[in-house]
Every structure is written in structure tokens, then in C-alpha cells.
């Protein structure tokens, strides 16, 4: 059985599996060059060009267990008619207000304008070899949302924050059309190959206590409940979700401490933790921080998958990941 999905099934490992987030990109030498002709939301649409640059890391390292779809957690509210463009980071042409009117919105429509990710997903489950898996994956309803109210990166979450303050039922109904048309979503990544998913919050941070129980938690909840396939959630900025949502496997950023993770939820999979950042260290330095967080888990039951605690950054040299990768798999 593949490493994740026996991790992700709190079975006895025998190795631990790996995956990194963002390893389809831009620290690849041969990404940057299929991106010189095309633009990233070209790659997004183009099925096979996505289907290409999915399998990349895993042609470059075999030792990886998993490809994550190339597509991207905004690629639903594109679909949605917010006209999804980048410059400098993401941007909405026409961000969401409480004016728009969600019953307008055809969710069979929504997805069919997806397809183009669903054929990509398709062709990259029949180009993997039986030992890897393609892991599905979108946004988390709150942190999609905070981008199509935003219209960009949120950094204040100004125009978000004032929209829970004044219009909350309307932020609810957005995030309650969200999470379903997620789920059809999901349901048609499975359909087209993907055997696990993992769901990015990847703003959990932007919530107080009590706002998570409202705006995040429910969400999430109904999503792990209704997609019947193992789910990972990414909980971001240093931020522990509640036990009780449904997902297998939680994957962490490097502010937390594993010891309170593994105390937290010992009957999860965890997944994560080491600094992205920590690539750039001299190798003894990187193979320590691997090293100490591989002891740290290695009494943890419920199972444990390796991967950095948020995306891989541009500048990754390609190098760590072959020292993380001879070291976990020794
Ligand atoms: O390899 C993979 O991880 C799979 C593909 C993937 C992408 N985006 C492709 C992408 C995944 C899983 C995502 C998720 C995503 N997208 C998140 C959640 C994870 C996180 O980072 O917290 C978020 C917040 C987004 C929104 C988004 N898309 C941002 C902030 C950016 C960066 C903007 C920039 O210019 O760097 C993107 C663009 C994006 N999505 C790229 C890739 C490979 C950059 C590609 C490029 O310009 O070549």
C-alpha cells in the first residue's frame, strides 16, 4: 500500500511517506522553462501542460509518494464569473460585495466550467505508477472567501473583517454556497483519480478563538463529512484546529510544537512542520531539523507524513529536497 494512504489509514509505517506542497513549481528548473510560453492560469487550463508539470517532482524525485494536482485554490471562484488574474500574487477583476446575488450562481455550471481540472487530474492518474497517488485538494471556504472579498492577498483582512462585523448572515451564506459547491468538487476529483485531498485554511490565523467556531469550523466540518475519501486539513499561521472535524491527518506549520500536536490529536496522522525556510540552511543544519522532528513523531500511533510546513519556495534548491529525501527514506 503507498506510504500516504497507509499513514493517512493510521497503519503501522515501515517508512515515512513524503509529499511537499508547491512541489509543482517554480523551484524547478524545468517548471520555469515550460512557463516561459505560458501564462499561470494557461497552465491551470491546459490539461495537458497541468498534467506535465504535476508529474515533474515526481520524475526528478522518485522517492516522493504523492503528485498534488496542479490547479489552484482560486480556480473555484474563477469559475464563479470573479475573474481570477496574477499580478504580484492573485487578483479578482469583480471581488464578491454583499450585493451579488449567490441564487444567480448555477453550481452544476460553476463546475462544469471546471472540467479542464478534472481532465488534468484524469491524465495524471493514469501516467502515475501504481506505488504513488494523486492527492485532490481545494481552499478552505473562510480562506477562499477572504480572497474573493479582499480581491487580492489579504493582508489586514480589512474588507473581510468589516463584512463579518456588518453583514455577517451574508459572509455565512457565501461560505455555506462555497463549502457546497468544495464538495461537488472534490467529489469530481475522486471521480477523476484523486484518492485523498487535503483542504488548505490556510488563514486561520486572520480569526479570533470564538470566529474560528463560526466561521471556519462548520465549513470544514461538513466538507470532511460529505467527501468520502481521507482528508488532510492544513491549518495555517500556528493555529491548532478542534479535534472533532473529520479529517485524517493535520497538517502543520513549523510554529507549532509537535509534543502539544501529538498530545492535541493522538489519533490523527500528522503531517508537516519543517520551516520551508530551513532549505536554505547548510546541510548538517537541515539534516538536524529533520532528523529532531523524525524522532519527535516516531512514537506517534496514528501516523506521520513528511512535508514542510507550508509551500516550497521559489528559491528552494533543488538539492535539500534530495537531503530530506535520503534521510527519511534511510
Ligand atoms: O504543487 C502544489 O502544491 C500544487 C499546486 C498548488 C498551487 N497553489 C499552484 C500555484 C496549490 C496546492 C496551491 C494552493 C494555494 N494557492 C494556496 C494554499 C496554500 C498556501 O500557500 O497557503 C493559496 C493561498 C493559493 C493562492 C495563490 N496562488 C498564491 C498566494 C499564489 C502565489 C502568487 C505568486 O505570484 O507567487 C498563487 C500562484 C500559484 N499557485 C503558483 C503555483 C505553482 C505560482 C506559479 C507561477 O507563477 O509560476
Redesign the pocket.
Known sequence: MNGILKALSHQKQDQIPCW???????FLPE?REI?KDYN?LQ?FKTPALACDVTLQPLQRFPQIDGA???????LIPDAMGLGLY?D???KFQNPWTDKMNLSSIDIHQVIQNLQYVFDAASKVSHALTKDKVLLG?A?APW?VAS?MIEGK?PDEFHFVKKMIYQHSQKVHELLEFMTDITIQYLKKQKDSGAVAFQI?E?WAGSLTYEERKEFSYPYLRKIFKEVDLPGIL?Y?QGMLPSQDLGFEALSVDWRVSLDEVKQKFPQKCIQGNLDPMALQAPKPILEKKVKDILENVKNHDAGYIFNCG??LK?WTPVESIHTILNLIKS
Open positions: 511537499f506542497m508547491r512541489q509543482a513549481g517554480r517548471y512557463r499561470i497552465m498534488i494536482l496542479f490547479a489552484d485554490i482560486l496574477f504580484e500574487g492573485p485538494f481552499g480562506t480572497y492577498n488548505f490556510s492544513y495555517g507550508h509551500g521559489p
